[in-house]
């Protein structure tokens, strides 16, 4: 297991102990108008994080929670790890010392100091809105690789997640979880603003757009696409091992080593669809009226294919 993982379970270990011992009214805070889990995010972090300087070169990975950001970030992880055997970074990439955790906004406040002595290429993943990151990161032309899934498939899978970790609010019932989420009551707000906010930047030509289904359908494809964007210099078989190894049986089978006791909970069901075991009639009225009013006409709208994934 690398460092980095280490790293990664200890603080999502402690963050469920945290939950368990904490009342349901602490879990969240608000911070900007927007809520966040307690256990992994701070006020003293959001404003430490405002004075990180974002590189030219850096891969950032940008998607709402549950839009599968776990599984782009392995990607992209694995494409940077795998480019830097090219260079002479390679020495780096294991250094215990040099690794955090990837979510930008998740942590200590003093990690962004301790980030600027990561080499090149740094790989970044937040759930930001874009108005909520750093202005050094819109304003630099580091990649921003945009992940989007279809609002039916998140919200499922957000209900599980919610109810399957301790550091997240329970709901009762699959109802009261659907209001939550139309209200954008949500760890990190709500999923139309999140998708409306980003469309502003869609068309810039330092992002790129990719949806967890056109993935779903052709993930060699994607993960070709998401390299020469980013100018990956990975030869076709290393692109090939990329797409193997992120199979979701092949990231579920690792997941002990890689996210720890969190890995049964996230690694679901890895599928398109599953909230038609979930949405009654009246849930899909009501999102497929607000998607309409908040993202019809929208690029993303447009690309996140409602009519295909998300009519009953
Ligand atoms: S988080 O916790 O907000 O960062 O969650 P996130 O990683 O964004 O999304 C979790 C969902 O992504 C699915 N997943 C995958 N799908 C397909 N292939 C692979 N390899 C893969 N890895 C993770 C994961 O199962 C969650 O979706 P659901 O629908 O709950 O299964």
């Known amino acids: 297991m690398s460092t980095q993982r280490k790293k990664f379970i200890a603080l999502v270990d402690k963050a469920m102990d945290d939950g368990a011992k904490m009342a349901p009214e602490d879990l969240m805070f608000s911070y900007k108008g927007i809520l966040y889990p307690s256990t992994v995010c701070s006020p003293e972090t959001f404003k430490a994080l405002e004075s990180f300087e974002a590189r030219d ?72 809105l874009p108005h909520n990151l750093p ?50 009551e949500m760890p990190w707000g709500s999923y139309f603003d999140y998708v409306f906010e980003w469309n502003k930047h869609a068309d810039k030509k330092n992002v790129m757009t990719v949806t967890y289904e056109e993935l779903k359908e052709n993930r060699a494809l994607g993960v070709k696409k998401i390299s020469e964007f980013f100018e990956f210099p ?26 720890g006791a969190m890995g049964s909970v996230l690694f679901r069901k890895g599928s398109v669809n599953d909230w038609k075991n979930f949405f009654s009639e009246d849930h899909n009225q009501k999102m497929d009226m607000t998607f309409e009013e908040r993202l019809g006409g929208t690029k993303l709208g447009e690309k996140l294919n409602y009519g295909v994934y998300c009519k009953a």
Do not use: C
């Open 57 to 128: 070169d850096d891969v950032f990975l940008a998607g709402y929670p549950k839009s599968g950001t776990n599984w782009v970030g392995q990607i992209l992880t694995d494409l940077v790890t795998t480019s830097s055997k090219h260079t002479e970074n390679f020495n780096r990439v294991d250094d215990e010392e040099l690794e955090e955790f990837p979510y930008l906004e998740v942590g200590d406040a003093e990690k962004y100091q301790r980030m600027e002595n990561l080499p090149s290429r740094r790989v970044i993943f937040t759930h930001l």
């Open 135 to 184: 202005a050094s990161v819109l304003k630099s032309e580091a990649k921003i690789l945009l992940l989007i899934r279809n609002p039916k498939d998140v919200a499922t899978s957000f209900y599980h997640f919610s109810n399957g970790l301790s550091p997240l609010p329970t709901y009762k019932t699959f109802d009261d979880f659907f209001t939550a989420f139309m209200n954008g």
């Open 234 to 259: 990975l030869t076709d078989e290393e692109l090939q091992e990329v797409v193997d190894r992120s199979s979701f049986q092949a990231m579920k089978e690792n997941s002990t080593k890689t996210h």
